[in-house]
């Protein structure tokens, strides 16, 4: 079983984390019938904003700044739009460098991990261990995870590029 998450961290921990469930997100054909529809711009709209309510509830004021990959339901030109409305700045993360990325660098892996551990097999049974080890996205978890990446980005320029630098 397999479930998607978007998430949202800072320095200061967790931020928020939102299940991603298309399976009822549908598109109309040109015939009139209907497919399902993938995770694009217009599916990701409604997520922007409760990423920035959730951001300004645990970070308090001032400007926001949002950290993204390049999924085109991230940086497509409808996108850029509706994230505009809610953040100041918009920061795109190097193609294919998921070693820098501090969510798929450190933190969806510890929770992989950590849910894999508890013997979360079932949808509901990822569910709950999600909303369990959510929590322990702290601001030490962060921390860790922005050493690991500098660690990452140190290795990759000391051998040139590329990413076959693990010990």
Known sequence: NKLMYLAAVSRKGAVGIWLLDWSTYFKQNKDGSFR?????????????????????????????????????????????????????????????????????????????????????VTHEDIKKAVKDIWTLVTPDTMENAVRKVKKNMQKSVKLAGGNYYYD
């Open 36 to 120: 399902r529809g993938r995770v694009d711009s217009e599916f990701m709209r409604p997520f922007w904003k409760k990423i920035a309510d959730k951001a300004r509830s645990v970070l308090g004021s001032g400007p926001l700044t949002l950290v993204v990959d390049r999924a085109s339901c991230h940086v497509s030109r409808e996108s850029k739009k509706e994230i505009a409305q809610w953040f100041q700045n918009i920061q795109v993360q190097p193609a294919r460098s998921p070693d820098f990325n501090l969510l798929d660098a450190s933190v969806f892996p510890t929770l992989e991990k950590k849910c894999n551990e508890k013997g979360a």
